[in-house]
């Protein structure tokens, strides 16, 4: 999973302001299993864009991860769950050798739906596996106009994530505060508070907080400009190194923390996006003879959805992505530094021991 992808997407979706919300995660895997199937340009477009390595092993190493993050969930008692599926035009000349690649390396298996003849009850048997992925959480991901009867081939990801934090905020403590939504802007909203020990950094520009989740794994890095008014000036300077340093220079110390609690929900239509970033011929003139030998196979659309909550008690998120292919203020306490984001920041959840970003998104005003 490359973090500079990550960047990029969050780049380009985050410039028409307000909210934003994905999962670079959900959006990498349901793309790489496109690229899998792509030759020629195409194919390098694609790697390009997605900061692929030149690995003959990427996707089974994908499966890998994906593996060892749901053994970790297992075992450290947090909810995570990725799934893969294709929906293949019926008696459409697919490629054995593409399908057995999938399904070797990423569990994937190929159900046949007719596009042709019902296009509409194709649509809801994909966004009713989606939903039902997701707990519910995504639903409607594919509107009339994302499935018809040319579509020949939807690949999907679904990804959800719920977790309690290690230290939970107690309910009785948040309390309405101004949220600065401008420098000179405020508004009011609950801000949870608490105080220990939390891994921390800090520059001219930003501060840095891992926010763990239990048993550690993951964690909600925050990052809040110094000043009201920084967003900008942050982002301008984000970038995939600049989110991974900090988890190498952090250190412990006692802070006190003020987070309000948000809820996010955005979906995305990401042809415009991906043909920006440098993903241009999977839409036209596309080369995927790797998944058929039928001509003419491109990219229709991308569509992506995503939600999270975050509260006292912990966060939930959700994601999933289909890729259709056409025919009360409180005082310091001494020896406490104060971590306050009662203005607009960026969070991602991440993967600590690898660095994969789960979730990745921007508070501009909670909801």
């Known amino acids: 999973m490359s973090t500079e992808f990550a960047v990029d997407l969050y780049r380009k979706l985050g410039e028409g302001g307000g909210n934003v919300f ?16 792509a030759r020629g340009v195409t194919a390098e477009e694609i790697a390009q864009t997605l900061r692929l390595p030149s690995d003959p092993d ?49 569990g994937v298996h190929l159900s046949e739906l007719d596009f042709a003849a019902d296009p509409r009850a194709a649509r809801q048997t994909i966004n009713a596996w989606i ?10 991901l594919l509107g009339p106009g994302n499935i018809t009867p040319e579509t020949r081939l939807v690949l ?19 309390q309405n505060e101004a949220f600065f939504v401008s420098a000179d802007q405020k508004t009011s909203m609950p801000l949870m508070y ?3 020990s939390f891994s921390y950094a800090e520059d001219s ?44 220079g ?25 043909s920006a970033l440098g993903i241009k011929r999977a839409f036209n003139q596309a080369d995927f003879s790797g998944i058929s030998t039928a001509a003419g196979l491109s990219i229709s659309d991308v569509v992506h959805q995503a939600f999270v909550d975050t509260n006292e008690e912990g966060t939930e998120a959700a994601a999933a992505t289909a890729v259709a292919m056409r025919g009360g203020v409180m005082l310091p306490e001494p020896g406490s530094n104060i971590f306050r984001a009662d203005h607009p920041f960026i969070f991602a959840i991440i993967h600590q021991p690898t660095g994969s970003i789960l979730f990745m998104g921007r508070v501009s005003r909670p909801q």
């Open 58 to 106: 990427v996707l089974a190493k994908l499966g890998q991860l994906t593996a060892k993050l749901k053994a970790e969930a297992a075992d450290g008692g947090f909810q995570f769950r990725s799934v893969n599926a294709l929906w293949g035009a019926t008696r459409y000349p697919f490629m054995p050798a593409y399908m057995a690649q999938m399904e070797n390396t990423l």
């Open 250 to 274: 952090m250190r412990r110390q006692i802070l006190q923390v003020w987070l309000p609690r948000f809820k996010l929900e955005n979906k995305y239509d990401l042809v415009e996006t991906l």
């Open 131 to 140: 939903a039902d992925q997701t707990h519910d959480k995504i639903k409607g």
């Open 205 to 248: 520009t930003m501060q840095v907080v891992d926010l763990p989740y239990r048993h550690h794994l993951l964690a909600m890095r925050i990052f809040l400009p110094t000043s009201r008014d920084g967003l900008d000036k942050l982002e301008s300077d984000l970038s995939a190194q600049r989110i991974k340093a900090p988890g190498d």
């Open 194 to 196: 608490q105080q220990r």
């Open 156 to 174: 999907t990801n679904a990804v959800f994530f719920k977790a309690a934090w290690e230290h939970p905020f107690e309910k009785d403590r948040t």
């Open 22 to 37: 994905l999962s670079p995660w959900s959006i990498d895997l349901a793309l790489t299993m496109t690229w899998a199937g």
